[in-house]
């Protein structure tokens, strides 16, 4: 039968074209240290991400959607209208600023962008340049452009008004987030060590005066001349006097209890704050030793991650809810006036599951409030498009979807709950049942075997508080009917498949175990610990492929599921999730995505990888002729399509 499963595997790879010629994938070797030139895949589409940031310069609203810059013309906030996106970054676009034409984008793991939106219909790339940390804001001063580079501290370079800036020098900080400059200084967010000053009289020679610890954790700042205003997360607001400039003399502070400031804008007498999931307050300044709530707009359910203030509007970005203009020409009674043009299909991109024409995507916000399920259309490779949306009342982890009986379901974990739902109408999912956990549970993942023949389609549930994997027989997929449990030996149920008489659960620190679930009593036969934690696992014929993070990917051979052996490992970098299509695994990675030829475990092979930064967090595929579609949803940067498709010649076959 090994001998049998290898044959057909490698068969499975060979393909005839309609030239006549036949061309079977080739393979290069890939180090464990990982090779992250482009090979063999090219980006399809990408579409969703979270609304990160904005700026605002007269009628034009630039906007940070995942890996993207939007243009819109907001010259009527009753009518938005998108005039164009970027090209898609390489990262999360976490700041803009806009000057005369030109807009500096910080794109996290990115780097720096410089854009010329001079046409507002077709934002160029002029420049780009990868910086060691992750960009986060940037502030311009004459000719100079500061640049908040996370954990590579405060970046200067020279030369802007070029459009290709200059770099020429660092100070190093522990994450910078924010910048401002006033003076001869710059005033920096460094997170958990507060605010760095730094003396750049002599850009190309910065020196860092001194560091002031705030009692929060430092995430935005901003100053009007004489005094330095600090968005000072669970602190709330913090007022600095600048009279001796480079000095910080406390002067003022507002908090309301519940602070998550994340970034600050001045206008008159008022400080409007993003406040995360208090929506966005309105300070009065005019006694900067007395600031005081003037206003404010609470927004259940959203978080305000970014804002921009001009005239009588203040414009936020509040991630999965979009882009949203508020009219503050009274600011005591700030209001919603328009809805924006930009509301995400796919916000926080998690784990997801491919059935037929269409992937089902598990969609979450940063704040832990989670839209629910997202259904997209991948019939026409390139075309993918968001279709249907299921509002989950709770926090969903994880998904299943199959057919039976006719109809297309998705079973739901959502925390405290399992959902099943009826997608038949893809614009429309239906809730059928909502099955309520068992006290002290909370469902983290399910999957589903469904026989191709003969035997009784069934369920497996993770319930990571009692460390158990549920079964449950889905004769009646609407109406599933709970059989029995197995608790695990050690560890955490993250996922689980199921193959032949037994069920393979990836436990975290419990690494695989195996359970068998042919006859009661149900019981767990073997386990088998692994480097790392492991998330996430995949079945192919005798062989079991472990997603573990920091570990990689172990690869184990199950032939024998009581004494599981593991054969091969890919270590070369940090994997979310794990697909397998006969000897091809598919990996999302902390670099993107990999194809990798398993062929031999022994001497894994890299056929495919195409590079993206973030958090890579869930992989589907699909097959379309000849190519391979492959999906990827990744966390804050929405979802992408790629195609893989590398062929060839079979040697000794005539030409």
Not at 342 to 369: L, Q
Not at 397 to 410: D, P, Q
Not at 586 to 606: C, I, M, Q, W, Y
Request: proline share 5%; net charge negative.
């Amino acid at each position: 039968m090994k001998r049998a499963f290898s044959f057909l595997s490698s068969l499975m790879m060979i393909t005839v074209l309609s030239t006549g010629w036949f061309y079977v994938s080739a393979a290069t070797a890939a180090p464990q240290v990982a090779d992250l030139t482009p090979q063999n895949m090219r980006l399809l589409g990408q579409f969703g991400g979270l609304v990160t940031c904005v700026a605002i310069d007269e009628n034009y609203a630039y906007v940070g959607e995942g890996p993207r810059l939007v243009i819109m013309d907001i010259s009527n906030p009753a009518h938005i209208i998108v005039t164009a996106q970027s090209i898609v970054l390489e990262d999360t676009v976490e700041g803009i600023t806009e000057v005369n034409g030109a807009a500096y984008v910080a794109d996290n793991a990115g780097g720096l962008y410089v854009m010329d939106v001079s046409d507002s219909t077709a934002p160029l790339v002029t420049y780009h340049m990868d910086t060691p940390g992750q960009a986060k804001k940037v502030s311009l001063k004459g000719d100079n452009l500061y640049l908040a580079d996370g954990t590579s501290g405060l970046l200067i370079y020279s030369d802007v008004t070029d459009a290709t800036p200059v770099y020429q020098t660092a100070i190093s900080l522990t994450n910078a987030l924010d910048v401002v400059t006033e003076g001869n200084y710059a005033y920096v967010a460094d997170f958990s060590d507060g605010i760095a000053v730094v003396n750049i009289i002599n850009p190309l020679a910065p020196s860092l005066v001194h560091t002031y610890d705030t009692a929060g954790s430092v995430r935005g700042v901003a100053t009007d001349n004489t005094s330095l205003f600090v968005a000072d997360f669970t602190e709330g607001l913090e007022i600095y006097d600048l009279t001796v400039p480079g000095t910080l003399t406390p002067q003022g502070h507002y908090m309301d209890g519940a602070s998550q400031a994340v970034q600050l804008r001045l206008q008159g007498i008022y400080a409007y704050l993003a406040d995360g999931n208090q929506g966005m307050q309105v300070i009065d300044i005019h006694n900067k030793n007395l600031p005081t709530l003037y206003g404010s707009l609470g927004l259940k359910g959203w978080f305000t991650a970014g804002l921009d203030v001009s005239g009588g509007h203040a414009y936020l970005a509040a991630n999965d809810f979009g882009f949203r203009i508020v009219d503050i020409s009274n600011p005591a009674s700030p209001t919603i006036t328009g809805m924006g043009a930009i509301v995400p299909d796919i916000g926080y991109a998690m784990r997801m599951s491919v059935w037929g024409t269409h992937a089902y995507v598990v969609n979450e916000n940063r704040t832990g409030t989670v839209l629910g399920m997202e259904i997209v259309d991948v019939t026409n490779p390139g075309y993918a498009n968001n279709q249907g949306i299921y509002y989950s009342p709770g926090v969903a982890s994880g998904l299943a979807s199959f057919t039976r009986n006719g109809h297309i379901y998705v079973y739901l974990a959502d925390t405290n709950t399992l959902r099943i739902l009826n997608v038949d109408d893809a614009d429309n999912p239906t809730l059928v049942k909502s099955i309520p956990a068992p006290v002290n549970s909370s469902y983290a993942n399910i999957s589903v075997n469904i026989p191709l023949l003969f035997g009784t389609p069934t369920g497996y549930l993770c319930d990571i508080l009692t460390n158990a994997v549920s079964l449950y027989d889905l004769t009646n997929p609407e109406n599933p009917s709970l059989l029995g449990s197995v608790t695990l030996g050690a560890g955490i149920p993250q996922a689980v498949q199921t193959s032949g008489t037994y069920t393979y659960v990836a436990a975290g620190s419990g690494g695989l175990r195996i359970l068998d679930f042919s006859e009661v009593p149900y019981h767990e036969v073997s386990h088998l610990n692994l480097t790392g934690y492991a998330g996430n696992v995949s079945i192919w014929g005798t062989t079991a492929y472990v997603v573990t993070g920091t570990g990689g990917l172990r690869i184990v051979n199950v032939y024998n599921p009581t004494s599981p052996v593991e054969v091969g490992a890919y270590t070369g970098e940090f994997v979310y999730d794990v697909k397998v299509n006969g000897i091809l695994a598919f990996l999302s990675t902390e670099n993107g995505v990999r194809v990798l030829n398993v062929a031999d475990p022994a001497h894994l092979k890299s056929v495919g990888f195409y590079p993206n930064k973030g958090t890579n967090y869930s992989i589907g595929i699909a097959n379309h002729g000849a190519d391979t579609s492959i999906y990827l949803g990744a966390a804050v940067n929405g979802f992408y399509e790629f195609q893989f498709a590398y062929r060839t010649y079979l040697p000794g076959v005539m030409k």
